[in-house]
């Protein structure tokens, strides 16, 4: 059996270049260090190399440390996560006696609107003014999902929770997770840093790739978050003190927290249906290979990290990276196999091969009561579903369907009862989706899109989004292309639209950053019965049903 440390070193030597960002990893198996790598620079500017005392951004790592701050605020008696938000948070409307609640924020089952989402569609990449965020998802008169109903990852809610830990504590969010969390542990190079504009001693830069028309050009760019993100994302670490993080979290005996506190971070959230997903509260627990994983994962513009335990083995995995173009899951996947490769079992997830529905491939099918989309690819050999605009993932298959599950989605399952469908050249006309445990009509879309050119006159014109605080213009350009320019207070999105069909389209960003990082999302038209456009609906994978009512026709 070959060496599983020479194994993990050839795994990063890709990334082992003097010429572009890099990444840190580090593994330790019951407290003994058997691996603690950098790899790539730290300043690009500089050309200063990573080291493993190099600090960078953990991402949505952060997220789960958040929650514990609500639950140690809980054991203090000063909340009750059952709480609905607007009791900590009045300025936020209530719009239903379901809540969000803060268990829902924290596993993300709340079904507000973010505010980094919101903020992005109206101003692009401009930077959201310092205590913005609020206001942003204050502003929202309806929901994403009932709460309860649907899990949807939501950056928004963790800044809500951040906010209430901040009121109720009297400090700010850093001070209450460094007093109660950090300093217990000696965790002494962990912080939140509240944005990429702030200097800190020993930080990596983000790095993001330059982009052209044409794909990257092999430069680089900084990687500045234009939102808020205290709560959601904003904490900074090393391997080293992530990785006592770890020890401490798998351990029986906690320093932070009680039993019955870690309990419920750990415990899977089931939906208003009964289905049952392994996401906690900012964690992630479900069995892998046979044997129990407790993980998530981060990512921000030009960095990404990877956490996770393998408790049984007593192993735990760190991976920092500031623009490396790796994949952090899959590579602490890879370690796993290489380390525990004797005490794994084998279990194939079944995957459908394209080439057992050829039929589909290509095809769109729409609900029209709800707005969702879904389209049929190819991921490689296999049969990919695109889901909201999102690039194609490869499903998974068994009796009577095909699926994806949370951990191909992080959200809840997305089924299709494909009985009868298999190898076709006709694809079927309607197709039954299971989204949440609730089941939807699809239609499919005719493989011919309507003509932009007959199209334009019925779309383009001025449209008014009050949730969103911002304006849409649809205008036909000259190369034969709808474009849409949604304008806000400090900045302004244009994109392109794609017609799928006199219903929907797909809605593409001009800016090649903001494509690049998959926002390639669905506009719902809305007609009266004489066929008039009265609105548009913008949906994605993370924003549901935002509404833009029509004010002006261009056409006269």
């Given at each position: 059996?070959?060496?599983?440390?020479?194994?993990?070193?050839?795994?990063?030597?890709?990334?082992?270049?003097?010429?572009?960002?890099?990444?840190?990893?580090?593994?330790?198996?019951?407290?003994?260090?058997?691996?603690?790598?950098?790899?790539?620079?730290?300043?690009?500017?500089?050309?200063?190399?990573?080291?493993?005392?190099?600090?960078?951004?953990?991402?949505?790592?952060?997220?789960?440390?958040?929650?514990?701050?609500?639950?140690?605020?809980?054991?203090?008696?000063?909340?009750?996560?059952?709480?609905?938000?607007?009791?900590?948070?009045?300025?936020?409307?209530?719009?239903?006696?379901?809540?969000?609640?803060?268990?829902?924020?924290?596993?993300?089952?709340?079904?507000?609107?973010?505010?980094?989402?919101?903020?992005?569609?109206?101003?692009?990449?401009?930077?959201?003014?310092?205590?913005?965020?609020?206001?942003?998802?204050?502003?929202?008169?309806?929901?994403?999902?009932?709460?309860?109903?649907?899990?949807?990852?939501?950056?928004?809610?963790?800044?809500?929770?951040?906010?209430?830990?901040?009121?109720?504590?009297?400090?700010?969010?850093?001070?209450?997770?460094?007093?109660?969390?950090?300093?217990?542990?000696?965790?002494?190079?962990?912080?939140?840093?509240?944005?990429?504009?702030?200097?800190?001693?020993?930080?990596?830069?983000?790095?993001?790739?330059?982009?052209?028309?044409?794909?990257?050009?092999?430069?680089?760019?900084?990687?500045?978050?234009?939102?808020?993100?205290?709560?959601?994302?904003?904490?900074?670490?090393?391997?080293?003190?992530?990785?006592?993080?770890?020890?401490?979290?798998?351990?029986?005996?906690?320093?932070?927290?009680?039993?019955?506190?870690?309990?419920?971070?750990?415990?899977?959230?089931?939906?208003?249906?009964?289905?049952?997903?392994?996401?906690?509260?900012?964690?992630?627990?479900?069995?892998?290979?046979?044997?129990?994983?407790?993980?998530?994962?981060?990512?921000?513009?030009?960095?990404?990290?990877?956490?996770?335990?393998?408790?049984?083995?007593?192993?735990?995995?760190?991976?920092?990276?500031?623009?490396?173009?790796?994949?952090?899951?899959?590579?602490?996947?890879?370690?796993i196999d290489a380390l525990l490769d004797d005490a794994l079992q084998e279990s194939p997830v079944p995957r459908a091969a394209a080439s057992a529905y050829g039929g589909l491939v290509g095809q769109r099918y729409h609900a029209p009561g709800t707005g969702k989309l879904v389209a049929f690819g190819q991921a490689g050999d296999r049969l990919g579903l695109s889901w909201m605009g999102g690039p194609p993932l490869p499903l998974r298959e068994r009796s009577g369907?095909?699926?994806?599950?949370?951990?191909?989605?992080?959200?809840?399952?997305?089924?299709?009862?494909?009985?009868?469908?298999?190898?076709?050249?006709?694809?079927?006309?309607?197709?039954?989706?299971?989204?949440?445990?609730?089941?939807?009509?699809?239609?499919?879309?005719?493989?011919?899109?309507?003509?932009?050119?007959?199209?334009?006159?019925?779309?383009?014109?001025?449209?008014?989004?009050?949730?969103?605080?911002?304006?849409?213009?649809?205008?036909?350009?000259?190369?034969?292309?709808?474009?849409?320019?949604?304008?806000?207070?400090?900045?302004?999105?244009?994109?392109?639209?794609?017609?799928?069909?006199?219903?929907?389209?797909?809605?593409?960003?001009?800016?090649?950053?903001?494509?690049?990082?998959?926002?390639?999302?669905?506009?719902?038209?809305?007609?009266?019965?004489?066929?008039?456009?009265?609105?548009?609906?913008?949906?994605?994978?993370?924003?549901?049903?935002?509404?833009?009512?029509?004010?002006?026709?261009?056409?006269?």
């Open positions: 059996m070959s060496d599983p440390i020479q194994a993990i070193d050839a795994l990063l030597q890709p990334f082992n270049r003097s010429d572009a960002p890099g990444l840190m990893l580090g593994i330790r198996q019951h407290g003994r260090s058997l691996v603690r790598r950098a790899v790539g620079l730290a300043s690009l500017e500089l050309g200063v190399a990573n080291t493993p005392r190099t600090r960078m951004r953990i991402a949505s790592t952060s997220k789960h440390f958040t929650a514990l701050a609500i639950m140690l605020l809980a054991e203090d008696g000063k909340l009750g996560i059952d709480d609905p938000i607007q009791r900590h948070l009045p300025e936020l409307p209530a719009l239903s006696p379901k809540g969000p609640t803060l268990r829902q924020l924290m596993n993300h089952t709340g079904g507000w609107r973010g505010h980094d989402e919101l903020w992005t569609l109206a101003h692009g990449m401009a930077q959201q003014p310092t205590g913005m965020s609020l206001g942003v998802m204050a502003r929202q008169r309806t929901f994403n999902a009932e709460p309860g109903t649907r899990m949807l990852y939501s950056n928004g809610g963790y800044r809500m929770l951040a906010m209430t830990i901040e009121r109720l504590s009297g400090l700010s969010f850093a001070e209450f997770l460094r007093m109660r969390i950090f300093a217990p542990l000696g965790m002494l190079d962990t912080e939140s840093v509240a944005s990429d504009l702030d200097v800190r001693p020993g930080m990596a830069t983000l790095y993001v790739p330059e982009l052209s028309p044409a794909g990257p050009t092999g430069g680089w760019r900084r990687g500045v978050y234009p939102c808020e993100f205290e709560g959601s994302g904003s904490l900074v670490s090393t391997l080293d003190d992530m990785l006592v993080w770890l020890a401490h979290m798998r351990s029986e005996r906690k320093t932070v927290g009680s039993a019955a506190t870690w309990e419920q971070i750990l415990a899977p959230t089931t939906l208003a249906s009964g289905e049952v997903l392994p996401y906690g509260f900012g964690l992630v627990r479900h069995a892998y290979r046979g044997i129990e994983v407790i993980h998530h994962n981060g990512a921000v513009l030009g960095g990404s990290s990877q956490m996770i335990t393998v408790p049984a083995h007593g192993l735990d995995i760190m991976i920092l990276a500031n623009g490396a173009p790796v994949a952090p899951a899959q590579l602490a996947f890879k370690c369907g095909l699926f994806l599950d949370f951990l191909d989605v992080a959200q809840n399952s997305i089924a299709i009862d494909f009985e009868g469908v298999g190898v076709t050249t006709t694809p079927p006309p309607t197709l039954t989706l299971r989204e949440g445990g609730e089941l939807q009509l699809l239609q499919r879309l005719p493989e011919t899109p309507p003509d932009t050119a007959v199209l334009a006159p019925q779309l383009c014109g001025h449209y008014r989004s009050d949730e969103l605080d911002a304006d849409a213009q649809i205008e036909y350009g000259v190369d034969g292309q709808l474009l849409m320019t949604l304008q806000g207070r400090y900045g302004r999105l244009i994109a392109r639209l794609n017609p799928f069909s006199d219903t929907v389209m797909g809605i593409t960003p001009t800016d090649l950053l903001i494509a690049a990082l998959g926002a390639s999302n669905i506009v719902n038209i809305e007609r009266n019965a004489s066929g008039a456009v009265t609105g548009l609906r913008y949906d994605s994978a993370r924003t549901r049903g935002l509404r833009f009512v029509r004010k002006q026709s261009n056409v006269q």
